[in-house]
């Protein structure tokens, strides 16, 4: 088994984020770790979910399936007068993620905990990052669905990673109610 590390490390010195690869059998295995969260996966996955089979068995759907995430978003997005508009490029950078998070499970995220403007694509995979961990600890995410989403995809504007996590987050708080003001605890 051969093991490659690397570190990322900020401008300001400090490590806060890693990314361990490990080759097995010609099949890479990523940890992401930040402050101590991991969240690990195998890429890429060998099965299709339920996503993989919409864009390519039924494509006209797409946009239908769209709409209702989107709309959902922007329902409890409005409260911090945030407005999805284009899915991949509006949710790349992880912060609105990481608000929409923050409000349909009553957390908070201490801005130090994230790039609030992100500027590079490292600041990206940092808060995306972020947000998969969330999810997971909030059991969000099934262990498939953890098997088909990378922080870089999202990252990239890949549609297929944007969706599951926006309807990872549909599934689990399709019925929270929406917010009036902008608390978030």
């Known amino acids: 088994m051969e093991v490659i590390q690397v570190e990322r490390t900020y401008n300001d010195g400090i490590k806060s984020h890693s990314v361990i690869k490990r080759i097995t059998s010609g099949v890479a295995k990523a940890n992401y770790s930040f402050d101590g969260y991991s969240y690990g996966h195998s890429e890429p996955a060998e099965e299709e979910d339920v996503f993989d089979k919409l864009f ?3 494509p006209e759907k797409v946009d239908a399936v769209k709409v209702v995430l989107v709309k959902f978003a922007n329902s409890h997005l409005a409260c911090v ?15 609105v993620l990481v608000m929409l998070v923050q409000l349909l499970a009553n ?5 130090s905990d994230y790039y609030v403007n992100p500027v ?3 600041d990206r995979l940092r808060n995306v990052g972020l947000v998969i961990i969330l999810m997971d600890e909030l059991g969000c995410l099934s262990s498939k669905t953890k098997e088909h989403i990378l922080p870089d995809d999202v ?3 890949d549609l297929k990673s944007t969706f599951r996590l926006l309807y990872s987050l549909f599934r689990k708080y399709k019925h929270a ?5 902008a608390s978030i605890v």
């Open 56 to 58: 390519s068995e039924a």
């Open 81 to 95: 007068n945030v407005k999805i508009k284009d899915m991949a490029s509006d949710l790349r950078s992880g912060v």
């Open 107 to 111: 957390y908070f995220v201490p801005l």
């Open 120 to 122: 590079t694509d490292d």
């Open 155 to 157: 990252v990239s504007g």
């Open 177 to 181: 109610p929406v917010k009036k003001d």
